[in-house]
């Protein structure tokens, strides 16, 4: 059957070591924000189950909102949330409300659906640097219960030159549904990482710069490493966000705020949410945004 929607086919295609694919970002803009946006891109569209990938700030501002991200519905995964700096407000369709700050983790599982918005709080620094992430959920998990969760401090692992805050996977309290790791590096000046064999990694420089395996590294890059690393050399003064996870294996439709595996589960999703099937969000600073147009260019994703 022919929908007239245009999904983004993300297939998971693991290449192995040694091999460092290089991906700089698309610039894109979601309302006043510019964005990096690093997955999917053309020539990588997944590292393990991570699915997306927008980098924001460093910026400030005086007033406004910048990040007044209006309720909107996700399926098939799940958000990750990270702050360097600055803070957001989440509310979601569970009546959740939570502040997020840096070093904390906000995490949304979607399950079989779920709504919520992002906004810059009243009271705020005037701050905001970040991340936004999906990750998505395995066929069998996919159609759970909605739920999310806050995780205001995270474990720290020293390294030798270095440490590394566990967002997800590993010694992270969160919750997870396939194998996955997802850390802050603070590098200052020489640090060898420990990782999966098993797993696909990829990195993105937050600040600074680096030399990754002796290969000189920059900010809003994706460093794609492939599996079969059971270690990392990085030298340099920088945070880096590390990325991975076993190759995920399934193909997945991405199509607006949606992760599906085919064109009707987004037509579906698409018209229960505008029959208000995902529940209300209470408290958002603007109202729903309406659901795109199913026809014509594939509309961005609103985080
Ligand atoms: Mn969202």
Redesign the pocket.
């Known amino acids: 059957m022919s929908t007239g929607i245009t999904p983004d086919v993300c297939t998971s295609e693991p290449h192995s070591a040694p091999h460092i694919e290089a991906s700089p970002a698309r610039h894109t803009q979601l309302g006043p924000i510019e964005i990096r946006r690093l997955l999917p891109l053309r020539e990588r569209r997944m590292v393990g189950p991570w699915c997306f990938l927008d980098r924001y700030g460093p910026l400030t501002f005086d007033a406004g909102h910048p990040m007044d ?1 209006p309720p ?1 519905p ?1 399926i098939g995964l799940q ?1 990750v949330t990270w702050l360097l700096d600055g803070e957001v407000l989440h509310r979601d369709s569970l009546g959740s409300e939570v502040m997020l700050r840096p070093g904390g983790l906000n995490l949304m599982t979607s399950g079989r659906g779920i709504a ?1 918005s ?1 906004d810059t709080p009243a009271q705020n620094s005037g701050r905001l640097n970040g991340v936004q992430l999906w990750v998505a959920l395995r066929n069998e998990s996919r159609h759970g219960d909605p739920m999310f969760e806050s995780h205001p401090e995270l474990p720290e692992v020293d390294l030798q030159g270095g440490r590394m805050k566990v967002i997800i996977g590993g010694v992270s309290p969160a919750t997870t549904f396939s194998p996955i790791i997802g850390a802050e590096l603070q590098v200052e000046s020489k640090v060898e990482v420990p990782l999966r064999k098993d797993f696909e990694h990829a990195l993105l420089l937050l600040d600074g710069n680096a030399t990754i395996d002796g290969e000189a590294a920059v900010p809003d890059v994706l460093y794609y490493l492939g599996t079969g690393r059971d270690q990392l050399s990085i030298k340099g003064s920088t945070r880096i966000l590390l990325l991975g996870g076993a190759p995920f294996g399934e193909t997945i439709l991405m199509w607006w ?1 949606f992760v599906a595996r085919t064109h009707e589960e987004i037509v579906a999703a698409g018209e229960r949410w505008m029959g208000g099937g995902f529940g209300q969000v209470r408290g958002a600073a603007a109202p729903p945004t309406p659901l795109p147009s199913m026809k014509g260019p594939r509309p961005p994703a ?2």
């Open positions: 991200v909107h996700h958000t919520h992002e705020n609103a985080s």
